[in-house]
C-alpha cells in the first residue's frame, strides 16, 4: 500500500517527468513544477462517467468547443473563453479571469498552467494567483474513471497568507464550484458519446462545422 505522502511525491516527479518530455520546458515548465511544490492549496477529486476513450480524448484535445457547448447548453457561470495565441482565455460573471497553457496531453491526461484574478467575498484582499491543473483518466468498461487534482498559488506573500487564512472558506468554494461543474459537464459529455447529433443541433454556423469535424468525421 502507497502511503500518502508517497503518493504525492510519485505524482510530482510523474508530472516533472512529463513536463521534460514534451514541449512544456523552459520557464513555463519550470514555473508549474516550482507551483505544485510550493502550493498553498491543494484540491483533489474524482469522477466516473459513461463515456469512451476515443470520445474523451476528442473532448480533451477541444477544450475550445467545449467552452462553446458549455455556452450552448446555457450552464451556469456563463464562461466566455477565446483563443489567444498559444493560451485559452477564461472570464465569467464571477469574478474569474484567466489565462490557460496546456503544458501537456496525452491519451486520457491533460495538464494545464493557468494565470488568474479572482475577485471574490470568499478570499478578501486576494486576487492574483496561478494554478495547475492536472486530470488523470483511465478507461474500462465504457466508462473514464478520471482524478482531478488542482495546485493554487497566490501571486504575492500576502496573497499567499490571506490564502493559508481563508483556506477552509476557500476549499469550500473550490469544492463548490468543481462539484457543480462537473455535474453539468457530465451532461455533455455523455450525450457526446451517445448522441453527437442531439449536440450538434445546438450549434450553427462554424461552430458547428468544426463539431462535425470533430466528432462525426
Not at 500518502?4 to 516527479?13: E, F, G, Q, R, V
Not at 484540491?43 to 476515443?54: D, G, I, N
Not at 487534482?149 to 473550490?174: C, D, E, M, N
Request: hydrophobic share 45%.
Amino acid at each position: 500500500m502507497v502511503k500518502k505522502t508517497d503518493s504525492a511525491l510519485l505524482l510530482k516527479m510523474f508530472f516533472g517527468l512529463m513536463l521534460i518530455a514534451t514541449s512544456a520546458v523552459g520557464d513555463v515548465g519550470i514555473r508549474a513544477r516550482q507551483l505544485v511544490d510550493e502550493a498553498d492549496v491543494t484540491y483533489a477529486t474524482r469522477f466516473t462517467w459513461l463515456c469512451s476513450e476515443s470520445t474523451w480524448d476528442r473532448i480533451l484535445s477541444n477544450p475550445l468547443l467545449m467552452g462553446v457547448l458549455w455556452k450552448a447548453y446555457g450552464f451556469a457561470p456563463a464562461y466566455d473563453m477565446t483563443a489567444r495565441d498559444d493560451t485559452l482565455h477564461v472570464e465569467d460573471p464571477t469574478g474569474l479571469i484567466g489565462d490557460a497553457f496546456c503544458l501537456y496531453q496525452i491519451a486520457g491526461e491533460v495538464a494545464y498552467l493557468v494565470d488568474g484574478r479572482l475577485n471574490h467575498w470568499a478570499v478578501p484582499f486576494f486576487n492574483e494567483a496561478s494554478a495547475v491543473f492536472l486530470l488523470k483518466s483511465d478507461f474500462d468498461q465504457g466508462k473514464i474513471f478520471a482524478n482531478l487534482r488542482v495546485y493554487i498559488r497566490a501571486g504575492s506573500t500576502v496573497g499567499s497568507l490571506v490564502l493559508q487564512a481563508a483556506k477552509p472558506v476557500l476549499a469550500k468554494h473550490i469544492d463548490n464550484r468543481v462539484t457543480l461543474n462537473l455535474q453539468d459537464l457530465r451532461k455533455i459529455v455523455e450525450e457526446l458519446d451517445t448522441s453527437p447529433a442531439r449536440v450538434a443541433s445546438r450549434l450553427s454556423g462554424a461552430y458547428l462545422q468544426n463539431f462535425e469535424h470533430i466528432f462525426q468525421e
